[in-house]
């Protein structure tokens, strides 16, 4: 027990009240601490509303939430806006930086709610989080005079500055090139590893999915599968991750592989 950073119980999300849809069925599992976790499925089975309950910018329609052992159901919205705050990082799709700031003032934002402008204390820290993703020499950049991958960087950092014990990421290299997307990866699992963060990430990208500790894998709002990466061979992972997100397989060395552009299928 004193290992399990977040549990879910048969989280139920339901939307409508004549007709109803059931984006999530009844869904049970829990979060390891320091654990780098990933969930697959096709679009629309219930991956991003899953990431929304456990990280409490959404209640569930049935179903508990506990976080260390604390239940989150009874909370305020203002007691959830700060349990969020403290706990918790986010990292989406779309970066949200503020274009009129500059990548310093971006990551300190989550430090000026409740508590004002940030001190030096936090302000070094920032720095020290940028330096860490590779920004060192960007930190005065306005938001908008950044690449994409830099930006993602930046929002790294703001998702970590306030030392949370969990990150969730949607799709967090989505809308970046194959090398940038290696570049994040490689950033997060760092961070995993020396800060010993918990991350759960949604994605379609195969190779991040593979590389994780464990893989949750969903479909019609349930989860279908749940595997631990180390316990599976590399054609067992590329049978189960393969169809769900790789847009291109080719055969490269008689085996499988998942191509960058659209070729003649494999044979």
């Known amino acids: 027990m004193d290992n399990i950073l977040l549990q879910g119980e048969n989280l139920t999300r339901e939307y409508g009240k004549e007709i109803i849809t059931k984006a999530l069925n009844e869904v049970t599992l829990k979060l390891n601490k320091s654990e780098f976790s990933s969930i697959i499925g096709p679009s629309g089975c219930g991956k991003s509303t899953l990431l929304n309950l456990l990280g409490a910018l959404d209640r569930p329609t049935r179903g508990r939430l506990l976080f260390q052992g604390r239940e989150l159901s009874s909370m305020s919205d203002g007691e959830l806006a700060a349990f969020r705050n403290r706990n918790i ?3 989406f799709q ?3 930086l503020l274009p009129e700031f500059n990548a310093l003032e971006n990551v300190l934002l989550p430090t000026w709610i409740g508590s004002g402008l940030a001190d030096r204390k936090r302000e070094e820290k920032a720095k020290e989080l940028l330096e860490l993703v590779g920004l060192k020499d960007r930190m005065k950049n306005p938001a908008n005079n950044l690449s994409g991958g830099q930006q993602q960087r930046v929002s ?3 998702a970590l ?5 969990l990150v969730l990421a949607d799709e ?3 809308n970046l090139d194959s090398d940038a997307t290696e570049q994040v990866y490689d950033l997060l699992r760092k961070i995993n590893k020396e800060l010993g963060m918990s991350f759960l990430i949604v994605t ?3 190779h991040i999915a593979e590389k994780s500790d464990r893989v949750i ?4 709002g349930r989860i279908v599968s749940d595997y631990k990466t180390a316990d599976k061979s590399p054609d067992e ?3 189960r991750l393969a169809p769900h997100n790789c847009k291109f397989p080719v055969m490269e060395n008689g085996r499988l592989v998942c191509g960058m552009e659209e070729s003649a299928p494999a044979n």
């Open 89 to 91: 990082g986010f990292i």
């Open 94 to 96: 779309f970066h949200h």
């Open 156 to 158: 790294i950092a703001r």
């Open 161 to 165: 500055i306030n030392d949370p014990n």
């Open 172 to 174: 967090p290299t989505g």
């Open 204 to 206: 379609h990208d195969r």
């Open 217 to 220: 894998e969903m479909s019609d």
């Open 237 to 239: 992972l590329w049978k």
